[in-house]
């Protein structure tokens, strides 16, 4: 499968941001889709995920409660709403795919978050 993300930008603290994932392929919901993110200096991390099936959601800690993940299988395409940025939001964000929950072996190519203070 192949990844394409999209919607980052330049936003001040508190703004909202609207990430998009779309997958190329005929079987993307077999496959568990995951938001990561690097930034500076820093190891890649964990955003956040939604199960292959769409019912079940993941999120780290530093983001839960203002970002949420979707998932529109009929548009091969994942979201992550971002809402009350703040700076240390500031990364790229990376989607990719799990096959049925597996391993992350699929990566898009990122798109750049910066959240000005």
């Known amino acids: 499968v192949q990844l394409q993300a999209s919607g980052g930008g330049l936003v001040q603290a508190g703004g909202s941001l609207r990430l998009s994932c779309a997958a190329s392929?005929?079987?993307?919901?077999?496959?568990?889709m995951g938001w990561f993110r690097q930034a500076p200096g820093k190891e890649r991390e964990f955003v956040s995920a939604?199960?292959?099936?769409?019912?079940?959601?993941y999120y780290a800690d530093s983001v839960k409660g203002r970002f949420t993940i979707s998932r529109d299988n009929a548009k091969n395409t994942v979201y992550l709403q971002m809402n009350s940025l703040k700076p240390e939001d500031t990364a790229v964000y990376y989607c990719?795919?799990?096959?049925?929950?597996?391993?992350?072996?699929?990566w898009g190519q990122g798109t750049q978050v910066t959240v000005s203070s």
């Open positions: 939604i199960k292959y099936s769409g019912d079940t959601t």
């Open positions: 392929g005929r079987t993307f919901s077999s496959y568990t």
């Open positions: 990719a795919a799990s096959f049925k929950g597996g391993s992350y072996n699929w």
